[in-house]
């Protein structure tokens, strides 16, 4: 709906996971604006850069536009023996 209004939201994300993205980009803009919030500050540069990529990537995960593209790659995955569904 966002993408084909274009909605201001939907121009600043260039209609991709416009909803994930602007959750994403509000939760870390609070966290700079607030110290007290901040849950990532006890982590050295390199470690806080690795969370905060995959933060934003389970986050963008849950943009239904993706999902098939997820599903098909854990079905390739389990396909190819590299994931147990067993474990």
């Keep these: 709906f966002l993408a084909a209004t274009s909605?201001?939201?939907?121009?600043?994300?260039?209609d991709v996971a416009i909803l994930e993205n602007n959750s994403l980009a509000l939760a870390y803009r609070a966290i700079?604006?607030?110290?007290?919030?901040?849950?990532f500050a006890h982590l050295p540069p390199?470690?806080?850069?690795?969370?905060?990529?995959?933060?934003?990537?389970?986050?963008?995960?849950?943009?239904?536009a993706e999902y098939?593209?997820?599903?098909?790659?854990?079905?390739?995955?389990?396909?190819?023996?590299k994931l147990d569904p067993a474990a």
């Design 46 to 64: 390199d470690r806080r850069r690795a969370v905060r990529k995959t933060v934003i990537a389970l986050v963008r995960a849950t943009d239904p």
């Design 32 to 39: 700079a604006d607030d110290p007290r919030i901040d849950i």
């Design 68 to 81: 098939f593209t997820i599903a098909e790659s854990f079905r390739a995955k389990l396909d190819i023996g």
């Design 7 to 14: 909605s201001s939201l939907a121009v600043t994300y260039n």
